[in-house]
């Protein structure tokens, strides 16, 4: 079973930017996929961006143009690099990893991302 472990969460001002990093504990190409989702406590978790085996990327409405999902298959990592943040971005951001197709399995732990001046 994989083990993923964000970093990079923290505080950063409104229009700031934040990189996260997601380490996988194996091959990331094991896996159909790759995500980023965020929750709000007492929301449901939602979706912020895919990457699949192949490349192709997805995102949320909120997140384009802004964020940006990438993977360096070398180091079994993918990112969210999240730029012109916004208060209302501030949410705890979960790695996914999925082995079936729109089922995400795999959860790392999480990272507080929190936008305030």
């Known amino acids: 079973q994989v083990q993923l472990v964000e970093s990079g969460g923290g505080l950063v001002q409104p229009g700031g930017s934040l990189t996260l990093s997601c380490a996988a504990s194996e091959n990331i190409f094991n896996y159909n996929a790759m995500g980023w989702y965020r929750q709000v406590p007492g929301t449901e978790r939602e979706l912020v961006a895919t990457?699949?085996?192949?490349?192709?990327?997805n995102y949320a409405d909120f997140a384009k143009g802004r964020f940006t999902i990438s993977r360096d298959s070398a180091k079994n990592t993918v990112y969210l690099q999240m730029n012109s943040l916004k208060p209302e971005d501030t949410a705890v951001y979960y790695c996914?990893?999925?082995?079936?197709?729109?089922?995400?399995?795999?959860w790392g732990q999480g990272t507080q991302v929190t936008v305030s001046s």
């Open positions: 990457i699949n085996v192949g490349g192709i990327t």
């Open positions: 996914a990893a999925s082995q079936v197709p729109g089922e995400y399995g795999y």
